[in-house]
């Protein structure tokens, strides 16, 4: 691979921002050429400036697909950040059956923005899922999106190695999870479809229009805003809030705040706000 010139750095700098509200300052250089090094080699392009113009191209289209999976940065485990779960289980959840009581109703909708490979938007339909007495007389359904088909992909699969379980409270895991034997012992464990029919995963850029109407009693978007800048981020916070029911929760990561953020949101706890 030829070098990446800083001119051809704040190129695709400002393709990623542009695209994604990914704010790839200077210190993230050495980042971008390490990922770009992969989509080079399988493209068999060795120079980013042929590569860049072949992204933009009609031609490359499926490969501009390919560089965003490759520049997104996906961590995640079942049940992070665990004060969340708690609070949606003890807190939420009875807040929205109690006011779907009044209003004659049975529709539960949330959603995980930026659900990477699963274990965000699985780990919440398990919390909804036990708690509800019995889920079959509700309506719940939970939208799961990411802009990365990549970990999409993985996450439709539902399957996941033991260590990943290892969060996963024993009663859950033995009601949600099914092992898929190889040979005489348990190698990989897969979400049972009675889970997985309540979630919908789909392809979604959170700066592009958003293709559904809402209303979410409660949206997860965590560790999703630590990509872009305040501008970026106080332009999805807005767009996240209409989104959200009157009484409606947004749960943003520990490592980010609202603060200085012109939003309609009222601050409850630390990386929880609601909707009035």
């Known amino acids: 691979m030829q070098r990446l010139t800083d001119s051809l750095f704040q190129k695709f700098s400002a393709l990623v921002y542009q695209e994604a509200g990914i704010n790839l300052h200077d210190g993230k250089k050495s980042l971008l050429e390490a990922r770009l090094a992969k989509r080079l080699r399988a493209t068999g392009i060795d120079n980013p400036r042929e590569y860049l113009d072949f992204i933009l191209s009609e031609a490359g289209r499926e490969e501009y697909v390919k560089f965003f999976d490759a520049v997104s940065t996906n961590l995640t485990f079942f049940f992070r950040e665990p004060k969340h779960f708690e609070f949606l289980e003890k807190e939420a959840l009875p807040e929205i059956l109690e006011r779907n009581r009044r209003d004659g109703t049975r529709r539960i909708r949330i959603w995980s923005a930026g659900c990477s490979t699963g274990e965000e938007p699985y780990s919440i339909a398990m919390t909804v899922v036990a708690f509800l007495d019995v889920p079959t007389r509700w309506d719940f359904r939970l939208l799961a999106t990411d802009i990365s088909t990549r970990v999409l992909q993985s996450a439709v699969t539902g399957v996941y190695e033991p260590s990943k379980l290892v969060n996963v409270p024993v009663p859950l ?57 305040k501008k970026t981020q106080e332009s999805l916070i807005q767009k996240l809030s209409a989104y959200l029911h009157h009484g409606g929760y947004l749960f943003v990561g520990h490592s980010e705040s609202l603060t200085g953020l012109h939003h309609p949101l009222k601050y409850i706890k630390p990386a929880v706000y609601k909707k009035f």
């Open 173 to 229: 895991r033995q009601r949600f999870f099914e092992p898929i034997r190889n040979g005489a012992s348990p190698k990989t464990y897969r979400v049972r479809n009675e889970l997985r029919k309540y979630i919908v995963f789909r392809r979604l850029n959170l700066m592009e229009s958003f293709p559904f109407s809402g209303p979410f009693d409660v949206i997860f978007c965590r560790n999703v805003m630590i990509y872009f800048d």
